[in-house]
């Protein structure tokens, strides 16, 4: 939602602005520069990224534009199903949630959280440190390091959508030069025409700059902005996750478990002391 209003105040800004100064709204609208700078910055985002990132720009653009699917009633779920396993092998044993890791699709546990069962990622994260946790002898720093490092690399991988579209919103203007410089040749060939003629392919040359500079800092660089906190929304989880499963390789029950992982979330979505009690106590 704010996607959408940030377009509609940053569009109404500049061009009523223009408009009240005398500006004519339609001498703006020139497709060929369009043609030109667009389709140049996109065949420039193809040319420096592989395939798998442009995949995975598309896949978070939606995130980017609508708003995260992160928030309370999701944490809710992650805290209630990392205690539903460490509550289960706190009463049955550790060993008695391998066939739970082995196959989450299968498990009575995850399958109570549909939500959260849809996110591969989420998921192999959580089934590969509890399988680690239950079959090796490691000390819980030496866990903590590890799923550091995981969770940093992810963080890496998550990133790199925005980092790719940020480079594209430093190429923009320089590609609204190129529409410009192209409009003046087209005005050189023209010279010795009427004035009027050149007037409006001076103007049209000149909206390929304004393009050019109003793309990238108007709506690509935001959005390469909003698609990092989307990265950093999602790593969150991860910290959770990791917070909870260091926490029980240290000794500590189920519940101040989840506490440890509670208190890792951004106060925004974090769920209330009470609401994780109630949540965990009414699966």
Same mark, same amino acid.
């Given at each position: 939602?704010?996607?959408?209003?940030?377009?509609?105040?940053?569009?109404?800004?500049?061009?009523?602005?223009?408009?009240?100064?005398?500006?004519?709204?339609?001498?703006?609208?020139?497709?060929?520069?369009?043609?030109?700078?667009?389709?140049?910055?996109?065949?420039?985002?193809?040319?420096?990224?592989?395939?798998?990132?442009?995949?995975?720009?598309?896949?978070?653009?939606?995130?980017?534009?609508?708003?995260?699917?992160?928030?309370?009633?999701?944490?809710?779920?992650?805290?209630?199903?990392?205690?539903?396993?460490?509550?289960?092998?706190?009463? $049955?044993?550790?060993?008695?949630?391998? #066939?739970?890791?082995?196959?989450? %699709?299968?498990? !009575? &546990? /995850?399958?109570? @959280?549909?939500?959260?069962?849809?996110?591969?990622?989420?998921?192999?994260?959580?089934?590969?440190?509890?399988?680690?946790?239950?079959?090796?002898?490691?000390?819980?720093?030496?866990?903590?390091?590890?799923?550091?490092?995981?969770?940093?690399?992810?963080?890496?991988?998550?990133?790199?959508?925005?980092?790719?579209?940020?480079?594209?919103?430093?190429?923009?203007?320089?590609?609204?030069?190129?529409?410009?410089?192209?409009?003046?040749?087209?005005?050189?060939?023209?010279?010795?025409?009427?004035? $009027?003629?050149?007037?409006?392919?001076? #103007?049209?040359?000149?909206?390929? %700059?304004?393009? !050019? &500079? /109003?793309?990238? @800092?108007?709506?690509?660089?935001?959005?390469?902005?909003?698609?990092?906190?989307?990265?950093?929304?999602?790593?969150?989880?991860?910290?959770?996750?990791?917070?909870?499963?260091?926490?029980?390789?240290?000794?500590?029950?189920?519940?101040?478990?989840?506490?440890?992982?509670?208190?890792?979330?951004?106060?925004?979505?974090?769920?209330?002391?009470?609401?994780?009690?109630?949540?965990?106590?009414?699966?």
């Amino acid at each position: 939602m704010l996607f959408i209003i940030g377009v509609i105040v940053v569009i109404g800004s500049v061009a009523g602005g223009y408009v009240l100064h005398g500006g004519i709204l339609m001498l703006l609208w020139q497709p060929t520069e369009v043609i030109i700078i667009v389709g140049a910055a996109f065949g420039a985002f193809l040319i420096a990224n592989s395939m798998h990132l442009v995949k995975d720009t598309g896949k978070q653009l939606p995130s980017a534009i609508f708003g995260s699917n992160k928030n309370s009633a999701l944490y809710l779920d992650l805290l209630g199903l990392l205690y539903d396993i460490f509550n289960k092998a706190r009463r $049955e044993g550790m060993m008695a949630v391998e #066939a739970d890791i082995e196959s989450p %699709t299968d498990s !009575g &546990i /995850f399958t109570r @959280y549909p939500k959260l069962l849809k996110d591969k990622r989420m998921v192999e994260f959580i089934a590969d440190n509890l399988r680690i946790l239950t079959t090796s002898n490691l000390a819980p720093h030496e866990i903590e390091a590890m799923m550091d490092t995981e969770i940093e690399t992810q963080l890496h991988e998550l990133s790199e959508p925005s980092h790719a579209i940020h480079r594209i919103a430093d190429g923009l203007p320089g590609f609204g030069i190129v529409a410009a410089v192209l409009g003046i040749v087209i005005t050189m060939q023209k010279l010795g025409g009427p004035p $009027e003629a050149l007037g409006q392919s001076v #103007a049209a040359a000149l909206v390929g %700059t304004f393009l !050019g &500079i /109003f793309l990238a @800092y108007g709506f690509v660089g935001p959005m390469s902005t909003r698609m990092q906190s989307v990265a950093e929304e999602d790593i969150k989880m991860f910290e959770c996750v990791k917070a909870a499963i260091v926490a029980t390789s240290n000794g500590l029950p189920p519940q101040m478990a989840v506490e440890f992982a509670r208190k890792t979330l951004f106060s925004a979505d974090r769920p209330t002391f009470s609401e994780l009690e109630t949540h965990v106590r009414s699966r």
